[in-house]
């Protein structure tokens, strides 16, 4: 099994830039490939980043492809989300997940280990 923890969220204006973090805890960090999620109030958890598990695959939802660029660390068992270009739309408490495969699908339900999450609010 592994223990996320995510960090880096915080409030910024729109158009500038943060960095969030998921740490993992526990064992064999580099069997799993890794995702970024978000949910804004009153909305439903949506996909936003994955990697597989040597960081060779990538893939973004179409609201942040160009913006956002995720990486991994397995040296340093982590994950990041760069983010760029923020708007108040990006605005949602982010996730990090995990899930034992070669590469992560898109779908929330196919993952098993989830963070705590870290807020994001970019204002106007």
């Known amino acids: 099994q592994v223990q996320l923890i995510e960090s880096g969220g915080g409030l910024v204006q729109t158009g500038d830039s943060l960095r969030l973090s998921c740490a993992a805890s526990?064992?064999?960090?580099?069997?799993?490939?890794m995702g970024w999620f978000r949910q804004a109030p009153g909305k439903e958890r949506e996909f936003v980043a994955r990697?597989?598990?040597?960081?060779?695959?990538?893939y973004y939802a179409d609201s942040v492809k160009g913006r956002f660029t995720i990486s991994r660390d397995n040296a340093k068992n982590t994950v990041y989300l760069q983010m760029n270009s923020l708007k108040p739309e990006d605005t949602a408490v982010y996730y990090c997940a995990a899930v034992d495969a070669t590469v992560a699908p898109i779908s929330q339900y196919d993952y098993d280990y989830w963070g705590q999450g870290t807020q994001v609010t970019v204002s106007s």
């Open positions: 526990g064992r064999t960090f580099t069997t799993y490939a």
């Open positions: 990697i597989s598990r040597v960081g060779i695959s990538k």
